[in-house]
């Protein structure tokens, strides 16, 4: 479970990167939307059966969609060296792997930190949520959905990108809470059948 964990959020990194495009504004920022990461990371905990394991499987997958999403920078050094070190002289091979990893991770490691603890957070709900169907960790999830658009204008003081792309966000949102109370009332119906009359 925990390489299918890496290996779906080294694709969703991979597809969230090939979708922005500076040429078209909508394109980019849906690319950038952060509110899936969670959901990955919610998926995978859900489908754990311990605490802990859910933690760790949600922090791999958080991690594999950084690596996936901006290893394009960490392979462009190696296929280019000259990208990193200019008109210096080749160093060796392995001054260069430190030095290109330790560029890349300077550029990616505050986002590097946000999925580790975003993975713990959301790995853990996704198993409270497989445990009980709890409304608290249903509304965590759809959260995201509604609270990035906001934070982007906290952030900068503006909204980034058209107006269309935030509500399409939004609307995601709805969905989402959508299904947890679907959920939570297919739960209840069938727990109501199983306890059959009193």
Known sequence: MLVLSVLAGALLGLFMESLPAPSDP???????????????????????????????????????IVVGFYGQFLVGD????????????????LPFIETAVANWLSFAGPWMVLAIGAGVVY???????????????????AL??????????????FLKGP????AVEMAAGIAVLGWVLLARRRLASHQL??????
């Open 26 to 64: 909508g394109t980019f920022w849906v690319g950038n939307f952060s509110a899936p990461w969670a959901v990955l990371a919610f998926a995978v905990g859900w489908a754990q059966r311990s605490r802990l394991w859910a933690a760790i499987g949600g922090v791999a997958a958080e991690v594999a």
């Open 78 to 93: 190696f296929a280019d060296p000259r990208k990193l070190l200019g008109p210096e002289p080749y160093p060796g091979h």
């Open 193 to 198: 059948t199983a306890a059959g009359p009193t």
């Open 123 to 141: 790995g853990v709900l996704g198993r409270w949520w497989g445990q009980s169907r709890s409304i608290a960790a249903g509304v965590a999830i």
């Open 163 to 166: 107006l269309v792309v935030w």
């Open 144 to 157: 995201p959905f509604f609270v990035e658009p906001f934070a982007w204008r906290v952030y900068d003081g």
